[in-house]
């Protein structure tokens, strides 16, 4: 069975510093690997996404993602962070075939301080 | 207007109440999800719904129930809500991975349930 962990469950940064939230994963064939954002009171907005190709992907809002197999992972960069960025971050993974239901990591809380 | 969209936003009920909640899609998506959020557990999916005559059981399924009205309506119910469901409800579709795309889920804006 595919899962996600992400091992930082809140992570405090200073605005104009750079942010780097992590993502394992486990599933044994391909994943497709997303990054999804849920500001406070809002529903969850896709940041960016995996499938195949180029292994840093680049989103919204000027995050970018690397996805490395040999380490399982699929970790969210952002070179400077702003006030608005401070939300929760879900990592999810999904199969490429069969079954394509996602499952979702535990969130990763982001405050940012002036 | 928002694609996806859930009622109501928020509800508080008692324990033992009958309860729905809505979701409605102008998508176009034929996949519709139920989730929900609880605090340190991230989003667990209750149903979904390949199409209108296909619906699944999710990881969490016990004490919940689905109707999928239309491609475009998929709705929640909590035939009699305790209070452990008090939490987050998302609803979300998707278009599949029609052509080799890669499926992305969009999310509605959540209903907050607090169960008395």
């Known amino acids: 069975a595919q899962s996600v962990t992400q091992p930082d469950i809140h992570i405090t940064v200073s605005e104009g510093a750079s942010l780097e939230l992590r993502c394992n994963y486990s599933y044994g064939a391909t994943p497709y690997l997303f990054w999804y954002v849920q500001s406070p009171g809002q529903g969850l907005q896709l940041l960016l996404k995996y499938f195949s190709g180029d292994t840093l992907v680049q989103g919204i809002k000027g995050f970018e993602a690397e996805f490395k197999r040999s380490q399982s992972s699929f970790n969210l960069r952002k070179p400077s962070v702003h006030w608005s960025d401070a939300a929760e971050y879900f990592c999810a993974v999904g199969a490429v075939f069969g079954n394509e239901k996602l499952t979702f990591g535990t969130g990763t809380r982001l405050t940012i301080i002036p | 207007d928002a694609d996806v969209t859930q009622t109501p936003r928020n509800r508080i009920t008692k324990t033992g109440k009958r309860i729905m909640l809505e979701c409605s899609q102008t998508k176009g998506h034929d996949r519709m999800y139920w989730y929900r959020q609880d605090p340190g557990l991230g989003l667990r999916l209750i149903y979904y719904s390949f199409d209108v005559k296909d619906i699944n059981k999710g990881e969490i399924s016990d004490g919940y129930s689905v109707s999928r009205q239309a491609q475009a309506k998929f709705s929640l119910s909590l035939e009699s809500a305790i209070p452990n469901q008090t939490a987050l409800y998302f609803c979300?579709?998707?278009?599949?991975?029609?052509?080799?795309?890669?499926?992305?889920?969009?999310f509605g804006p959540g209903t907050r349930l607090l169960v008395l």
């Open positions: 979300a579709t998707s278009d599949g991975l029609a052509g080799g795309r890669v499926e992305t889920q969009y």
